[in-house]
Nanobody, 118 residues
Framework: VQLQASGGGSVQAGGSLRLSCAVS????????IVWFRQAPGEQREFVAG????????KYIDSVKGRFTVSRDKFKNAVDLQMNSLKPEDTALYYC????????????WGQGTQVTVSS
């Protein structure tokens, strides 16, 4: 599985950004595509995820109602729409993939920086 994230940038608090993760694999049906973020000096944390096959989603509590994860099977991409951004959302965002039945996350894309200024 190969992943490539894009769409980061700098916005003011309350603004929006849309991240996109281009995904390629022989088949994506067994996978969940997830977004993580890592702020300076902090541990990497799960943000949101979506199962490729059924489209089931999961979010960390702090982004519920503000972020939406979606997949586009025609483009082979997973997007993260981020609205009402806060300075604490500032981080390097990564997309990754794991098999549904696994706890490990073996496939990672490069990060894309999101900076939210107050």
């Amino acid at each position: 599985v190969q992943l490539q994230a894009s769409g980061g940038g700098s916005v003011q608090a309350g603004g929006s950004l849309r991240l996109s993760c281009a995904v390629s694999a022989r088949t994506l049906s067994p996978y969940m595509i997830v977004w993580f973020r890592q702020a300076p000096g902090e541990q990497r944390e799960f943000v949101a995820g979506i199962t490729w096959s059924g489209g089931a989603t999961k979010y960390i509590d702090s982004v519920k109602g503000r972020f939406t994860v979606s997949r586009d099977k025609f483009k082979n991409a997973v997007d993260l729409q981020m609205n009402s951004l806060k300075p604490e959302d500032t981080a390097l965002y990564y997309c990754a993939a794991k098999e549904l039945s696994a706890s490990e996350i073996p496939y990672w894309g490069q990060g894309t920086q999101v900076t939210v200024s107050s």
